[in-house]
């Protein structure tokens, strides 16, 4: 599943003069999940990745308050089981005010909070919400009786998983909740909770000159707040009934590593450590490939040491493929997690005990409504919706008209669009609206409204369509006409050509949605703006002439370079070829030859015959100098040996 998470910066509001309704963090409807420091009640404290608050509240917006006395962290917010969260960050110590949803219908929402980022940054405390005046906070539905635990490293903390394989790791590229730990929980209806640490091992930390660290993870597992040395010992209440570990990536990442009896002991101790304050979970050590190969088997020496029947070895047996499957800095992105997650899910589901009483998750508020904005009396008009029910329940939809009646429909499958028709006998202006129920009765809640002006005289406007450059795509329009019914729905699909993509639309609509749907209320013109698509990353093809004449070096070697990445190729003659020149897009006699990447490249490395030099056949005469006499001797003899053969 690939999910796209907008951005979003917002203004930092201080905490004071409130005229609306203002919820502590102790109110008794507020839901926690995670290790969180109650020592103080109305601030909350918590580090660890993952940590979440679930809360629901009537009205139609909400504000949360946060303080951050060391941290800058991020964090996902979803309103109504939003498929997309907003992203919020801070970088302030006082305490703040992050509006996070207005404009809401007035009814019962739902509201999920989660901190990205892991326990290396500090501590949040949580101070409560801020609703509409007069408004509440509602009782929430029983939390899940399922729960895993997830020991790690930064594979576990969502290091980089938000960011591309040619990313550098920054903050916001860390995203705990769609890491394959949280990903397997929330598929199995299981609450979620986090230990883990970039870096850390199970008895050395990355890079460290010894090969017994001084900090490695298990020291920090008693701690309520990770990142605290005076922190409380957690109360390991609720217990979870899986606690997963994946360690053991640091610990031989760098030299120098620990022994296999080291590591063994270390990792053995540590199981031993869990099984103390879990008696009765199932512990699940896992293998896969972002740790060595030659760890395997000491990790299953440790399940097998352990001599507990609760304790298991899990190979996900996962390949990551590049750069499909990696984000920032060397780590799984959401592709590569979602994998992993596939994996995990069937190797520990069965230890979970079957629920007496299985909790029901409600569905989704429906994320579309579509139809006609205006009308005529006595006009049926076709309106479609459909929402997902997190249990794959079947859902019917319950349609408020505005008028006074309602509509329910029967149950149909979850996800799929459904139409519903309505027509009004009166003029007027009508606010329509719609809510998902389960086949357990469970109700989501209203959709956003969507106002129908019904007259008794036909209108019609105009659609003018246009794009920012001419040869860098079109607009088709569905149904394709030159005059529509005011009101009447009509899509509008942006297509761009090849090298060039679609950003958004201006002028009479502003949108990034395409294909667009929309219902005119008057004449409208329409642009449909498009881009080049800018490469990242380029290819390096490289010739030899004449064939065989001689070979290239690239460094560094790779099919594919980042842009502005420095290359050099050395070109080396064969037996028989001198080297000549480089031709093609780099044109140079210079060997070495060096130069940046910035668009595909292809160069040739052209090679000469060498000239060979011929040896003389005959020696010359050798001459002794010596004496007169000497000479005068060899001389004679000379003559004779002429004269002895004809010469």
Not at 160 to 179: H, I, P, Q, R, V
Request: charged residues 15%.
């Amino acid at each position: 599943m690939n999910i796209f998470i907008v951005v979003i910066i917002l203004l930092c509001i201080p905490v004071t003069g409130y005229t609306a309704t203002s919820i502590d963090a102790d109110n008794t409807n507020i839901q926690y999940i995670g290790r969180i420091d109650f020592s103080n009640p109305k601030k909350p404290a918590f580090d660890w990745s993952g940590a979440y608050i679930y809360a629901r509240f009537t009205g139609t917006s909400c504000k949360i308050r946060v303080q951050e006395p060391m941290a800058d962290c991020w964090y996902n917010v979803f309103v109504d089981n939003a498929a997309q969260p907003l992203v919020i960050g801070s970088t302030v110590a006082a305490a703040v005010v992050y509006p996070v949803a207005s404009g809401l219908a007035d009814t019962t929402h739902s509201i999920l909070i989660t901190r990205r980022n892991e326990a290396s940054l500090g501590k949040t405390q949580f101070l409560g919400f801020i609703l509409d005046t007069g408004e509440a906070l509602q009782a929430c539905p029983a939390r899940p009786t399922r729960r895993i635990e997830a020991i790690g490293d930064s594979i576990t903390c969502g290091y980089g998983n938000m960011g591309a394989a040619t990313d550098t790791f920054k903050k916001s590229t860390e995203n705990n909740y769609l890491t394959y730990e949280a990903i397997a929980a929330r598929a199995l209806n299981a609450d979620f909770t986090v230990v883990a640490w970039s870096g850390k091992g199970v008895i050395r930390n990355y890079d460290d000159s010894v090969t017994a660290s001084a900090t490695p993870l298990p020291m920090y597992y008693y701690r309520t707040l990770g990142n605290s040395v005076n922190s409380s010992t957690w109360t390991f209440i609720p217990q979870p009934q899986v606690i997963t570990i994946h360690l053991g990536t640091n610990d031989f990442s760098t030299s120098p590593n620990p022994s296999q009896t080291q590591f063994e002991n270390a990792y053995l101790a540590f199981v031993q450590q869990i099984r103390l304050r879990n008696p009765d979970a199932h512990i699940v050590c896992i293998y896969s490939t972002l740790i060595k190969s030659a760890v395997k088997p000491y990790i299953q020496d440790v399940v097998t040491q352990s001599g507990d029947s609760k304790v298991h070895f899990a190979d996900l047996g996962v390949t990551l493929n590049y750069p499909a499957d990696w984000g920032a800095s060397g780590h799984p992105n959401v592709s590569g997690h979602q994998k992993m997650a596939n994996a995990l899910v069937p190797l520990i589901q069965n230890f979970f005990v079957a629920d007496s009483t299985p909790v029901n998750t409600a569905p989704e508020t429906p994320y579309t409504l579509t139809g006609s904005s205006y009308t005529l009396t006595n006009t049926t008009c076709t309106f479609n919706t459909a929402a997902t029910d997190p249990d794959g329940d079947n859902v019917k939809y319950r349609y408020d008209w505005g008028d006074g009646t309602t509509t329910e429909t029967t149950l149909q499958t979850s996800g799929v669009t459904v139409s519903v028709q309505h027509s009004w006998p009166a003029i007027g202006q009508y606010s329509v609206k719609t809510k998902a129920v389960d086949e357990h009765n469970e109700e989501s809640a209203w959709s956003a409204v969507l106002t129908v002006r019904v007259s008794s005289v036909t209108y019609y406007c105009t659609l003018s369509t246009s794009i920012n450059q001419v040869e860098w795509g079109y607009i088709t329009k569905t149904p394709e006409k030159s005059v529509y019914i005011k009101g009447e729905q009509l899509q509008l699909t942006a297509v761009p050509s090849e090298g060039y993509r679609f950003t958004s639309w201006s002028g009479g609509v502003t949108s990034e949605t395409n294909p667009l749907t929309l219902a005119l209320a008057t004449n409208t013109a329409v642009t449909a703006n498009f881009e080049i698509i800018i490469q990242s990353t380029f290819s390096l093809t490289i010739n030899i002439s004449p064939t065989g004449a001689g070979a290239v070096t690239k460094q560094p070697n790779m099919i594919h370079y980042s842009s502005g990445t420095t290359v050099t190729l050395t070109a080396k003659a064969a037996e028989g070829y001198a080297f000549k020149e480089w031709a093609g897009d780099v044109m140079s006699t210079s060997n070495p030859v060096t130069f940046k990447m910035s668009s595909p490249k292809t160069l040739t490395a052209v090679f000469d015959v060498r000239a060979v030099e011929q040896e003389d056949t005959v020696k010359p005469a050798e001459v002794h100098i010596g004496s007169s006499g000497g000479i005068r001797k060899k001389i004679g003899e000379l003559k004779q040996k002429m004269s002895s053969t004809g010469q």
